[in-house]
């Protein structure tokens, strides 16, 4: 299968790095573009890929061609692109733009897949939400796969991508906000904050890795012991307004979302 990549930014990188430590990048044939040719042929040289000078030899190349490119780049580069699609699949990822706002720019039924991924692509730890119209459902199982190669992959109705952006893209910056904090409290009592982060990094992992199995009410049933420390230190998060803090950030993020 070829597969084109229009913009080699961070998102391309990392597809091609989990392929290539997985072994499996030679089950495809891969064509890439960006604005900076530097860019484009760093990652060639590295993983023994080819350059286009133009997104058109892209289009004209690949079967399966990957928009990760920025939101006001999207509608220039699909009238550019046009007049070259035919059947081939699109897989879009700038944030904000409906897959039947792409319909109405492209016309004549153009295949397109959706997706949003987040941070932790860079460790291959990556959820990925995709959607697709019908003309692109044949080829969603190539891309869930190659998806895979930065993380997990969960198929969304559309309209909840907005949400998904907010609690798995931007929310890690929260997490990150929530660690720093921790890390200021235990400064405070006199342990040194590199140590800090790397307690509550290692907890954040063990957390999450229960969260995923286990209901959240348990975890805290399991933690909180009678008139011990643990519930003392709930209360004063919701004495502070924590949950409201959590409601007002996802609402603020999803208003932002919304204007764009």
Request: proline fraction near 5%.
């Amino acid at each position: 299968m070829k597969i084109g990549f229009i913009g080699v930014g961070n998102m391309a990188c990392a597809i091609l790095e989990g392929l290539h430590q997985k072994g499996m990048t030679g089950q495809y044939e891969f064509f890439l573009y960006d604005i900076l040719p530097e860019k484009a042929i760093h990652a060639a040289n590295r993983y023994s890929l080819k350059v286009c000078d133009a997104v058109e030899h892209v289009v004209a190349a690949a079967d399966i061609i990957f928009l990760a490119i920025k939101p006001h780049q999207l509608y220039p580069l699909l009238d550019q692109i046009k007049p070259l699609l035919g059947k081939k699949v699109i897989v879009s990822l700038p944030v904000g733009i409906s897959i039947a706002d792409m319909e109405a720019r492209l016309g004549n039924n153009p295949a397109i897949i959706r997706i949003v991924a987040n941070v932790n692509t860079e460790k291959f730890l990556s959820i990925t939400s995709i959607c697709c119209n019908k003309p692109a459902v044949a080829a969603k199982p190539a891309v869930v796969s190659l998806l895979e190669a930065i993380g997990s992959v969960v198929e969304i109705e559309e309209k909840f991508f907005d949400i998904f952006t907010v609690i798995a893209s931007s929310a890690p910056a929260f997490v990150v906000k929530f660690a720093e904090s921790l890390a200021d409290a235990a400064l405070r009592e006199g342990l040194p904050k590199d140590t800090a982060r790397k307690i509550i990094a290692d907890m954040l992992h063990g957390t999450g890795k229960m969260l995923a199995t286990t209901c959240p009410k348990e975890m805290t049933d399991k933690i909180c012991s009678p008139g011990g420390t643990t519930i003392v230190g709930l209360m004063a998060l919701t004495e502070g307004g924590f949950e409201t803090s959590i409601h007002a950030a996802a609402q603020a993020c999803m208003d932002k979302l919304g204007a764009n």
